[in-house]
């Protein structure tokens, strides 16, 4: 997923048009035309569309904005940026699954350590240590995803324990991904322990990426998801997911 720090310019012809996160929540009919590509791709893929199928694809593409922007900062560089829905936007992808492919920031202000060589920028606000970077973090994180919530809930078929497990979710994958894309999947699971390490209201669990062995029986992460995709409803003669809740019990 590509960021720009920056107001975001217009698109390129064929590209769709960026989408403001603040408008989306102030006016869900915006979510509620997203869920309608999703449906369509659905369709085009599966043959059908079930309601929760569709509804979890937009409620999850949309936590990937604030939770992969934060998590990707926060492992890569010790920042904590704006996540109100104010100063995000995102666009989705033009073809094939219509998830978020690209996000906009426009408020350059951030939270750093004392350490960091930026911290000295007039954009910067600087805290004492690095466990008041990740209450800051989820502080942020969880005041949009409240706003989601919020806005979603009343929209779709999903109580509030699935939108919560999914805000969790987001978090916890996208730790897991910055360390990935960073060469240290390792060091992600970490910070991804370092910003779930309890079972905190609102969120539904600590991080659940824990080792284990793949169908080789090579050393790998894994983890249990704490909300359903709902894909097993779809015509593939498939059950649940191996990490879903419905199938794997707390940790």
């Known amino acids: 997923m590509h960021i720009t720090l920056d107001t975001p310019s217009p698109g390129r012809r064929g590209q769709r048009e960026w989408q403001h996160c603040a408008d989306l929540l102030a006016h869900p009919d915006g979510l509620a035309t997203w869920r309608a590509v999703a449906a369509e791709w659905l369709r085009a893929e ?9 509804a979890a694809g937009v409620r999850s593409w949309y936590l ?11 492992h890569h560089e010790r920042r904590v940026p704006s996540l109100r829905p104010e100063d995000l936007s995102f666009r989705i992808a033009a073809r094939g699954k219509p998830e978020p492919a690209e996000i906009a920031v426009a408020n ?27 209450q800051l973090l989820r502080a942020r994180y969880t ?3 409240a706003r989601f919530v919020r806005a979603y809930q009343p929209t779709v078929r ?15 994958v996208g730790m897991w991904r910055a360390g990935k894309q960073n060469g240290d999947e390792g060091a992600g699971v970490t910070d991804a322990g370092l910003l779930l390490r309890d079972c905190s209201a609102p969120f539904t669990s600590a991080s659940t990426l824990h080792p284990a062995t793949d169908e080789h029986g090579d050393p790998c992460w894994t983890r249990r998801k704490e909300s359903c995709c709902f894909h097993y409803m779809l ?5 649940p997911c191996r990490t879903c809740p419905r199938v794997i019990p707390p940790l």
Do not use: I, M
């Open 235 to 239: 015509n593939e003669g498939k059950g």
């Open 64 to 74: 990937q904005v604030p939770a992969y922007l934060a998590t990707l900062l926060f």
């Open 108 to 134: 350059p202000a951030f939270a750093c350590l004392p350490d960091d060589p930026a911290a000295g920028a007039s954009e910067a606000f600087v805290v004492d240590s690095e466990d008041r970077l990740v």
């Open 158 to 172: 999903f109580g509030a324990r699935n939108l919560w497990g999914a805000v969790t979710d987001a978090l916890d």
């Open 46 to 54: 599966y043959g059908e569309a079930p309601h929760q199928t569709v």
């Open 143 to 145: 005041a949009h995803a």
